[in-house]
């Protein structure tokens, strides 16, 4: 039983972390069904998402290889791109550095992650309702400002290299918001970058990058906090937890990226608003 909850959750966990669905929220709700809670369970939530952060070094090794490169490039490379990473990360950090005993103690209950899958399911419609207001082009990368004169075209920032220091900044800001389970750090990272003016694709491969750093912040502090609930004999179940979010993982983040050439979010908003009723219902 041991295996098959690791099997199920490193699934949860990969299918789940880089989509704007919250895959803290979903890990404790499936945890909750499973009976799978407690100190040992939270370490191994903890552990299984360096899986997945794995999956996007692997995807995208290129771009963080030409991070280590400490040339002056314009675009998302060397000191620029650790620079803007930088920017990104320091928000969370900070914030849950700071909050991180009140969030561990009163926000991951099922009840914390319906509200949050809630609020963030109606940000995802909001702003791809504005979005489609101000851009109505039917192709999505370009449309008409409301009111603006001369029928005046504005289009969105295409491609990693167009991120700039604002636009990283802002998307940190938003990411502050997944602290609370439910949110989705991914759903507050592309929300961030969309309202900074970045396209869907964009806006979600910089949300995978950015994802990395905090990502293995949050691990590795939450891991050393938990230390005295790590034996030797949990290793084999911890693996198979890591190496079924790793794989999936890879496909999930191959197949969002494909379905934000022709899709919104919008689907992934409905979903959390249904995941948030269902979740009340039960408990």
């Known amino acids: 039983m041991e295996s098959l909850t690791a099997v199920i959750l490193g699934l949860v966990e990969g299918l789940t972390e880089f989509m704007p669905v919250s895959s803290t929220g979903h890990l404790i709700v499936v945890g909750h069904l499973l009976g799978f809670e407690g100190p040992k369970a939270s370490v191994f939530e903890v552990f299984i998402q360096l899986g997945a952060i794995l999956a996007v070094l692997f995807l995208y090794r290129e771009r963080f290889f030409g991070l280590l490169s400490f040339e002056k490039k314009v675009g998302f490379s ?3 791109g650790i620079f803007l990473l930088f920017l990104t990360t320091l928000p969370a950090v900070l ?15 099922p009840m914390t992650v319906a509200l949050g899958l809630g609020v963030g399911g109606l940000g995802i419609l909001l702003v791809e309702r504005r979005r489609r207001t101000q851009f109505p082009s039917t192709a999505g990368t370009v449309g008409l400002r409301p009111g603006a004169p001369h029928r005046q075209l504005v289009s969105f920032k295409f491609g990693l290299d167009s991120v700039d220091a604002r636009v990283a900044l802002r998307v940190g800001l938003f990411q502050c918001l997944a602290l609370w389970p439910g949110i989705s750090r991914a759903a507050a990272t592309i929300l961030g970058g969309m309202a900074s003016g970045l396209d869907r694709k964009t806006a979600a491969e910089y949300s995978f ?7 293995f912040a949050a691990v590795l502090f939450d891991l050393y906090k938990s230390l005295e609930w790590l034996h030797r004999s949990d290793i084999p179940i911890f693996l198979i937890g890591f190496t079924v979010a790793f794989l999936s993982a890879w496909v999930t983040v191959r197949f969002f990226i494909r379905l934000l050439q022709n899709h919104t979010l919008e689907f992934f908003g409905w979903y959390r608003l249904v995941a948030a009723f269902f979740i009340l219902w039960i408990y």
């Open 209 to 215: 990058l950015a994802a990395v750093p905090v990502m």
């Open 95 to 109: 914030a849950g550095a700071g909050f991180h005993g009140f969030i561990k103690r009163y926000l991951f209950s």
């Open 78 to 80: 060397g000191q620029r």
